[in-house]
């Protein structure tokens, strides 16, 4: 069973860059749809970009093109989220999300706050 624990969140100051990563065990990450996903205190959660298992691109959310890169380090089975120009609304829990045969796998999340 795919196991998935995120890291890399914190606070960071508008404009400035963090890197999460969502680290994957119990399973081979290169068989799920893998992806982001955020929610934001008293906010629904909601999807920012993925890799699509059947023919590996990648999908974002048209309002999180351009800030936010996602990759999958295969070697390492995990999955990174690349997030610059960051702005307060961004504050969020972000979770990474794995889905196979109909199945959703979610980790706990990592906080991200962008004050100053």
């Known amino acids: 069973q795919l196991q998935l624990v995120e890291s890399g969140g914190g606070l960071v100051q508008p404009g400035g860059s963090l890197r999460l990563s969502c680290a994957a065990s119990?399973?081979?990450?290169?068989?799920?749809?893998i992806g982001w996903f955020r929610q934001a205190p008293g906010k629904e959660r909601e999807g920012i970009s993925y890799?699509?298992?059947?023919?590996?691109?990648?999908y974002y959310v048209d309002s999180k093109k351009g800030r936010f890169t996602i990759s999958r380090d295969n070697a390492k089975n995990r999955l990174i989220l690349q997030m610059n120009n960051l702005i307060p609304e961004d504050t969020a829990v972000y979770y990474c999300k794995g889905s196979y045969r109909s199945r959703d796998y979610w980790g706990q999340g990592t906080q991200v706050t962008v004050s100053s």
């Open positions: 890799i699509d298992t059947s023919d590996g691109r990648t």
């Open positions: 119990g399973s081979i990450l290169v068989l799920y749809t």
